[in-house]
């Protein structure tokens, strides 16, 4: 009696490729709230009738999402790094952390800032960009006015 039960709980040797991708495994005989087919499955060694590229379907869409991400976040990286290494002794920069300082020394790993007359702190160089100074006040109010207009 355990042997024929078991034989029937689980599915046949051969799994399908369809079994596997979709992973549509039917429920069991007898499962409450399950409809159950009245026709047997058709199951077999025939041809499927799948497009043999419709295994790559999953990684191909996998591809088309993140390829542009990866090429926008090179693209980024490449700008920051070439701002960084424009850098030089006596420019004003911001950290990723906010602070705002004056660039004292710089080397391939670590950056030294002077963030008030008697604090310099190191820091990560990666962490490190050049400080671009906020529209001045004169351009606020030159927009403002031409957008009441």
Known sequence: MVDERAARDYPPAAVTNDLLLAQNVPPKAGVPGT???TAPAASGGGA????????????????????????????RQKKETQARSSLKKGDRVVTNAGLIGELVEMDDRIAKVKISPSVTVQMVSNTVSPF???????????KAVSDKK
């Open 35 to 37: 409809v159950q087919d």
């Open 48 to 75: 499927s009738a799948q497009s043999p590229l419709a295994g790559f379907m999953p990684i191909l869409m996998m591809l088309v999402i993140f390829v542009p991400f990866f090429l926008l976040m090179s693209r």
């Open 132 to 142: 671009t100074e906020p529209a001045s006040k004169e351009l606020k109010e030159a």
